[in-house]
């Protein structure tokens, strides 16, 4: 509820959470896009996709029956890159505010801390999502290469690579649900330093042993506590995701985590202005 | 009712009390300085003031709203300028403050205005579509100051607004704040003693995290034991006129301080505070026959103030 007060003849305010939220939210986009930092990230993430697309059609001439995406995400070389993105995208938001002194100045104007957070969440989310657009690409490409080899060489069923509509929709749910609580973490871990590097260290343990938590039952096999760690197998899920099931448990597990740990976020920000 | 009250402000960090039983007030209009040796409790008061470091016991409020309960409201009535002035490296000046302004709650065409308003005020007109990165010290201190002025609040704080500058700089700034006073009521921190006494109308002495004195500058140097202070400097001997000297009635101690090339006493005359005593002290060498080549009251500064309430030899 906009509220206005007149406070001098010559300017007003307005106490809206919202356009206050949207101002922080804006700023904080534009640190990713208006400086070479997103945009670096960016290009590294469409060469390792590239390098994972030569590996896929290396797999593609072989075995088939499944979309480029799922060979594209069912891949040790995915997994590689994408523990990365998330430390890299978020360990400078809060721990770089805290080094230059920046975040003194945010949270002693009228702002909550709140709105501070979910500002800098949003905005690293839609980078995450930007990250994955060029993914967009790829079924088109797929239907490109396949016209020109059908216009080239005839029809050979063989050549054709597969796409199907659920290349699109499922691996995004998956990779936007990831992204949920993945970005939440990488927030909380540069909440707690001023240091980005060791924010960052602090972000990739906590993907890797995620990761690998979700392979215990490939090491150990069945036992009966193995349903949770197949719950939260972040591989199970993209395999799922990427043939097209798409399956409300991990959409439960990533928001809620992720609301849980944004919670946690503002404890941490708050907490370091309570002791210091 | 007042700009600002402070009762009881504590602040403990672990063991250490950096502010004990800090009460003060500032009254619509004043610019007050706070005083102190480094890491007396400057900064950490004015952080508690502005709501960033919540105080471990006692409160502060700002234009009548409490810091701890409402900090929002308490906020929108004050600009503060953190020491050393961070800023977004990676934004340009104009940006940077429709930014901060947006952040203060103005919206629409009042952001324009505002930016426009202290951009000509902070003299950042030719620096205005400059990377902040790129300032020199002085201009990054016109940023932090004009993002204080945004939204006029009544109330400015500022944490050594002057430090790192050089003399012109500084001289620059000086004024600009001189002539915010019109329309601000400003708390400012600095040991630069000079400073305080051109700008400020009113004085808060801090040291080991109390509060030592808190008056005007002319009262606080006016009760000062060099107050009364005279040196002379004349020719002849020393016994008699320390005989005579002595019995003039305010006079509490005379020191010699040594003889001078030529043949010239030196001596210090200490007397009660706010007296006057170079007549009496003429006339006596006078009566004597001696020549008198320089006789001088001290006037005391407050850097004698300063230095007489937080030394701790």
């Known amino acids: 509820m906009p509220q206005e007060e007149p406070l001098h003849s010559t300017i007003r305010r307005r106490n809206s ?246 919670a946690l976020v503002k404890r941490v920000v708050d907490h370091r202005r309570w002791t210091r | 009712m007042s700009m600002v009250t402070s009762e009881h402000l504590y602040k403990a960090f672990g063991r250490f009390m950096a502010v004990r039983d800090v009460c003060f007030s500032v009254e619509r209009g004043e610019i007050v300085g706070f005083l102190g040796p480094n890491g007396a409790g400057k900064t950490t008061t004015m952080k508690m003031l502005t709501g960033y470091l919540p105080p471990t016991a006692g409160t502060a409020s700002i234009a009548g709203h409490d810091i701890m309960e409402e900090p929002l409201e308490a906020r929108r009535h004050m600009g503060y300028m953190p020491e050393n002035v961070p800023l977004y490296d990676e934004m340009r000046v104009y940006e940077y403050l429709s930014y901060r302004a947006r952040i203060k709650g103005l919206y629409g065409s009042f952001v324009r205005k505002q930016v426009g308003f202290v951009i000509d005020r902070c003299g950042l007109e030719p620096k205005r579509k400059d990377m902040i990165r790129t300032l020199s010290k002085g201009y990054r201190q016109r940023v932090g100051l004009a993002d204080a002025l945004l939204g006029e609040p009544e109330l400015l704080i500022l944490d050594e607004p002057t430090n790192g500058l050089d003399p012109n700089q500084i001289r620059q700034i000086r004024e600009l704040i001189r002539s915010l006073a019109a329309e601000h009521t400003v708390i400012l921190s600095t040991h630069i003693l000079s400073e305080v006494e051109m700008i400020c109308n009113k004085v808060i002495i801090i040291d080991n995290g109390a509060i030592k004195a808190a008056d005007t500058p002319e009262k606080l140097t006016g009760g000062l034991r060099a107050a009364g202070r005279v040196s002379v400097e004349y020719k002849g001997d020393l016994d008699p006129v320390m005989k005579e000297l002595s019995l003039i009635p305010s006079v509490k101690k005379i020191i010699y301080e040594g003889l001078l090339p030529g043949g010239w006493q030196r001596l210090i005359v200490r007397a009660e505070p706010g007296t006057d005593t170079r007549e009496k002290i003429a006339a006596v060498i006078n009566r004597l026959g001696y020549p008198v080549r320089h006789l001088y009251r001290h006037i005391p500064s407050l850097e004698d103030v300063f230095v007489e309430m937080t030394r701790h030899d």
């Open chain 1, 17 to 262: 959470w919202l356009a206050t939220f949207k101002t922080l939210y804006f700023r904080e986009l534009r640190v990713y896009l208006c400086t070479p930092f997103g945009w670096v990230i960016l290009a590294c993430t469409m060469a390792l996709l590239g390098f994972c697309l030569q590996a896929v059609l290396q797999i593609m001439s072989k075995a088939t029956g499944e979309g480029v995406m799922y060979y594209m995400l069912n891949n040790i070389n995915f997994w590689f890159y994408f523990i990365f993105i998330f430390p890299l995208i978020t360990m400078r938001s809060l721990a770089e505010e805290e080094r230059q002194g920046t975040l003194e100045g945010l949270l002693t104007a009228p702002v909550t801390t709140t709105q501070v957070i979910l500002g800098k969440y949003f905005a690293s989310y839609t980078f995450y999502l930007i990250l994955w657009t060029p993914l967009l690409l790829y079924p088109w490409m797929s239907h490109l290469a396949n016209v020109y080899t059908n216009c080239r060489y005839g029809i050979i069923a063989e050549g054709e690579i597969t796409y199907l509509m659920a290349d699109w929709i499922g691996p995004y749910c998956i990779l936007a649900l990831m992204g949920t609580l993945f970005v939440a973490v990488g927030l909380l871990c540069s909440a707690m330093t001023r240091s980005q590097i060791i924010a960052g260290i602090l972000c990739t343990s906590f993907m890797i042993s995620f990761y690998f938590l979700g392979r215990v039952t490939e090491l150990w096999g069945e036992f009966p506590a193995a349903p949770i760690f197949h719950y939260m197998s972040c591989t199970e899920q993209v395999s799922s995701f990427s043939r097209g099931l798409l399956d409300s448990r991990p959409a439960v597990l990533y928001l809620s985590l992720a609301v849980l740990t944004l």
